[in-house]
């Protein structure tokens, strides 16, 4: 297991590598040609876990927004929200399975603290919560 089952299932199904590599100079990225996610090896395990979860909310969801990720404000703010998205419905799913919470119980900032994230995430997990995850 190199992240987690439901991490490390999705991985092999979709048959995606994932390279951890020295000296990056962002956190990751992933390089569709070569259906490879690259991780920064400086990150811990849980900023790798959520800098992985947000690359896979890419490979997801990039190819719903119309416009060019380079060249385009827009595009590219609608993509980075829906990999944001996809990363913290994951990590809120499993916040719920490790802490046997409620969704309607998930205490927002606590969760943030809890994962190490930013609050300017705060509206987002309360409108994920808000829409239901479906675990």
């Known amino acids: 297991m190199l992240f987690n089952h439901r991490i490390d299932a999705f991985l092999r199904e979709n048959e995606i590598t994932v390279a951890i590599l020295d000296g990056l100079d962002n956190e990751g990225f992933y390089i569709p040609e070569k259906r490879t996610i690259i991780l920064k090896s400086e990150l811990s395990k849980n900023e790798q876990i959520k800098v992985l979860l947000h690359e896979l909310g ?64 705060e509206d987002s997990v309360r409108r994920i919560i808000m829409g239901g995850l479906g675990i």
Do not use: Q, W
């Open 58 to 121: 890419h490979i997801f969801n990039d190819d719903k927004v119309i416009g060019s990720y380079n060249n385009y404000l827009v595009p590219r703010s609608k993509m980075e929200s829906k990999a944001n998205d996809f990363m913290l419905r994951e990590l809120l799913e499993n916040y719920i399975l490790r802490t046997n919470t409620e969704p309607t119980d998930i205490n927002c900032v606590s969760f943030l603290e809890s994962e190490k994230l930013p609050m300017s995430f």
